[in-house]
C-alpha cells in the first residue's frame, strides 16, 4: 500500500519554465490538496479538491493550476515558473473533511515533498 | 483567520528526558492535529483530537478547549524522536471545508544521545 506518492521528488527550473508535479494516493480518498512548505512560515495551502473532477483554490493559488480528472491522481501546474515558487510542495490527502473533527474522516496523509527550486 | 503560535520553536534535549511542545490558537476550534515532519522530509499524522488526550505509545496529546491550548508530550525521548513537530487547528466557525487548516510554524526538536 503506497499511500500518497509525489513525482518528482526533485526539479530545478529556470524561470519561464512550465511543469506538472503529480500526486498519487491509493486509499479511495475523496480530498486532495497540495501544500507549499516555505522556511519560517508554516505549511500554505495552494488548491484543493474535495472530489473527482473538483478544484478549488486555496491561501495562496497564483501562479498555479491544478486538475482533479481521476479520484486518484492530483495534479499541480505552473505554467511559468518565478523564483518565487522556489519551495518544497506536500501533496496530502483524506477520505472526508479534516475539519470535521472526525479521526475517520480528517486524517492527513502527506506525500514525501517534491523540492523544486527556480532559477 | 485562525493564529497558531507554537513553542519552542527549537528544543535539544538529552536522550530520557521528557518533551513538551506547546500550541496556542486564537479562535475556538473543532478539530486539532499534531503533525512529524522527518529529517527527510516526510510528514505523517500523530493525533487529531477535539477535546481531552490521546496516547500513542510514547507520544501523549492533550487539549484545553476554555484555554485555547494543546500540549504534545513525548516520554522517555530517544534521538528517533529528533523531527519538527507541526500543529495544525480549524476554527469552529469555518464551516469546515478543506480549506479551514491554520498551520503552525513547527517546533524543531533535536534529543542528542
Known amino acids: 500500500n503506497a499511500g500518497v506518492t509525489q513525482t518528482p521528488k526533485f526539479r530545478v527550473l529556470k524561470t519561464g519554465q512550465s511543469m506538472t508535479l503529480l500526486c498519487a494516493q491509493d486509499?479511495?480518498?475523496?480530498?486532495m490538496y497540495w501544500y507549499r512548505q516555505d522556511p519560517g512560515m508554516g505549511l500554505r495551502l495552494i488548491h484543493y479538491?474535495?472530489?473527482?473532477?473538483?478544484?478549488a483554490k486555496g491561501e495562496v493559488p497564483d501562479g498555479y493550476n491544478v486538475s482533479r480528472l481521476k479520484k486518484q491522481n492530483f495534479l499541480l501546474g505552473l505554467e511559468s515558473a518565478a523564483p518565487s515558487q522556489t519551495s518544497v510542495y506536500f501533496c496530502?490527502?483524506?477520505?472526508?473533511?479534516?475539519?470535521?473533527?472526525?479521526?475517520?474522516?480528517?486524517?492527513?496523509?502527506f506525500g514525501e515533498g517534491s523540492r523544486l527550486t527556480v532559477l | 483567520k485562525n493564529e497558531v503560535e507554537q513553542s519552542p520553536q527549537n528544543l535539544t534535549a538529552q536522550e530520557g528526558e521528557f518533551i513538551t511542545i506547546n500550541c496556542s490558537y486564537s479562535?475556538?476550534?473543532?478539530?486539532l492535529h499534531w503533525l512529524q515532519q522527518h529529517p527527510g522530509g516526510g510528514i505523517v499524522s500523530l493525533f487529531m483530537l477535539s477535546s481531552g488526550k490521546k496516547k500513542h505509545g510514547r507520544l501523549i496529546a492533550t487539549i484545553n478547549i476554555q484555554e485555547k491550548h494543546s500540549s504534545l508530550h513525548i516520554t522517555a525521548s530517544h534521538p528517533r524522536d529528533s523531527a519538527v513537530y507541526i500543529c495544525a487547528v480549524t476554527a469552529a466557525y469555518s464551516g469546515g471545508g478543506a480549506d479551514g487548516l491554520t498551520f503552525g510554524k513547527g517546533t524543531h526538536l533535536i534529543i542528542q544521545p
Open positions: 479538491s474535495v472530489g473527482e473532477g473538483t478544484t
Open positions: 486509499m479511495n480518498h475523496e480530498y
Open positions: 496530502a490527502s483524506s477520505y472526508s473533511d479534516p475539519t470535521s473533527g472526525l479521526k475517520e474522516a480528517g486524517e492527513l496523509f
Open positions: 479562535v475556538g476550534i473543532s478539530a
